[in-house]
Structures are given as structure tokens and as C-alpha cells.
């Protein structure tokens, strides 16, 4: 099993800046793949983003691009998610995600771990 725990939510306005983290404990040397995702009230969970154990990172939700950054330290554990130019649509409930598969996509049932979620909320 892996413990998935996500840091570093809060409010910010348009524009600012947050970085959210993920900390991995457990057999985390079963999982290739972290990504993150969002779901914003009466939607479905969307992908954000993913990052496999070697630093490969497929493309980022369009949404996001060029915005977010994705990153990981595997000594820590830990993946990021820098996020930039923040819009008041960013605003969801922020999970992380891992995935014993290498390349698992944007499938939220493709991922085995899942974290409890840490809330974003931007305002105008």
C-alpha cells in the first residue's frame, strides 16, 4: 500500500501562486507515475498532470499549459505542483494520484493511490 498525502492548498488571488505537495509513504517503490488531478464542485475529477519516476512528463491538461509545472524528488518521495498565473477556474479540490503503471494516461482509474485532497480556491 501507498499513503499519499497533499500540502500546501489555501486561497490566493488571480494571478498568485501556489505550490502544492504530495508526499509518498508506504511501498513506494511499486509506483512509476504521479500525477495530479482537480474536481471543481458538480464536475467530474479532472487530470492536471503526471510525472513518471524518471522525470518524463506527458502533456499537461490544456487547461493548465503553460501555467503549472510539474516536478519530483524521488529521495523525497514528493511530487509538486507549481502552480502560476492562478484564474479563478483553477479553483477545485486538488488530489494527488499514483499509479503502479509507467504510462497510465488521464484516467483516474488507471491510478491505485489517491490522497485526501487539498482545496485550491482563487478569487477575482
Known amino acids: 500500500q501507498v499513503q499519499l498525502v497533499e500540502s500546501g492548498g489555501g486561497s490566493v488571488q488571480a494571478g498568485g501562486s501556489l505550490r502544492l505537495s504530495c508526499s509518498a509513504s508506504?511501498?513506494?517503490?511499486?509506483?512509476?507515475?504521479m500525477g495530479w488531478f482537480r474536481q471543481a464542485p458538480g464536475k467530474e475529477r479532472e487530470f492536471v498532470a503526471s510525472?513518471?519516476?524518471?522525470?518524463?512528463?506527458?502533456p499537461y491538461a490544456d487547461s493548465v499549459k503553460g501555467r503549472f509545472t510539474i516536478s519530483r524528488d524521488n529521495a523525497k518521495n514528493t511530487v509538486y505542483l507549481q502552480m502560476n498565473s492562478l484564474k479563478p477556474e483553477d479553483t477545485a479540490v486538488y488530489y494527488c494520484?499514483?499509479?503502479?503503471?509507467?504510462?497510465?494516461?488521464?484516467?483516474?482509474?488507471?491510478?491505485?493511490?489517491w490522497g485526501q485532497g487539498t482545496q485550491v480556491t482563487v478569487s477575482s
Open positions: 510525472i513518471t519516476r524518471s522525470g518524463l512528463s506527458p
Open positions: 508506504g511501498s513506494t517503490s511499486s509506483v512509476y507515475t
Open positions: 494520484a499514483a499509479s503502479r503503471t509507467v504510462f497510465p494516461g488521464r484516467a483516474p482509474p488507471n491510478y491505485d493511490y
